[in-house]
């Protein structure tokens, strides 16, 4: 079946530091990427996607790219802030036989502190 | 932003007491799901639908029930709640096509 596993946390890093949380994947077909975000006390919000091989997907200066050939999508960003600090999922969405992405698999998730 | 509201946001009851929380969300997604989220922070699927009518079991065993008479709305019931539910419950929805879930804000549930 398909499975995520992401880099075991917690990972504590100081402001503008460089971060990467690495995650691969285990799925049949042509899977969508999405690494999700979930700050304190909320719900988890998506942070950035990637749909078909070599995309790389993009938001509030994260960064990851799906590569295929290694089956990762490690999440990157060149400086952390501290209201950086959140847990981060990384999920795949695998079409059913059906054509339609029905549910999620998420990892297990990443806890990241960043001090001041 | 996204239009998915869960209440309550916190809930502190006794043992054996029957408790519903609410899911609803004003997109029209078709797709409903209900996550239980553990302290290490792993979310478990437990319940899922795909439409009115429609409502399937998790990857995880749960004790709890779902049921999707409207689109919009996607209640979770606990007929007698024990300590061992004690756990965050995260609702989310989708449209069919990109797969991308939006969630709720969660109910946190404490079971004395």
């Known amino acids: 079946g398909d499975s995520v596993t992401q880099m075991e946390g917690p990972v504590t890093l100081s402001e503008e530091a460089f971060l990467t949380i690495n995650c691969t994947y285990t799925?049949?077909?042509?899977?969508?990427l999405f690494w999700y975000v979930q700050y304190p006390g909320e719900g988890l919000q998506l942070l950035l996607k990637a749909t078909k091989a070599d995309d790389k997907g993009s938001n509030k200066g994260f960064e990851a790219t799906y590569r295929k050939e290694t089956t990762s999508f490690h999440l990157e960003k060149g400086s952390v802030q501290v209201s950086d600090s959140a847990v981060y999922f990384c999920?795949?969405?695998?079409?059913?036989?059906?054509?339609?992405?029905?549910?999620?698999?998420f990892g297990k998730g990443t806890l990241l502190t960043v001090n001041p | 932003e996204a239009d998915i509201y869960q209440t309550p946001r916190y809930l502190v009851i006794g043992t054996g007491k029957k408790i519903t929380l609410e899911c609803s969300q004003t997109?029209?997604?078709?797709?409903m799901y209900w996550y239980q989220q553990d302290p290490g922070m792993e979310l478990h699927l437990i319940h899922y639908s795909y439409g009115v009518n429609s409502t399937e079991k998790g990857d995880l065993s749960s004790e709890s029930t779902v049921s999707r008479i409207r689109t919009e709305h996607f209640p979770l019931t606990l007929e007698s709640a024990r300590p061992s539910h004690t756990s965050q419950y995260l609702c989310?929805?989708?449209?069919?096509?990109?797969?991308?879930?939006?969630f709720g804000e969660g109910s946190r549930l404490t079971v004395l």
């Open positions: 799925a049949t077909g042509y899977p969508s």
């Open positions: 999920a795949l969405s695998a079409t059913n036989s059906g054509g339609s992405n029905y549910k999620l698999t």
């Open positions: 997109m029209g997604h078709d797709k």
């Open positions: 989310a929805s989708t449209r069919t096509v990109t797969g991308e879930l939006f």
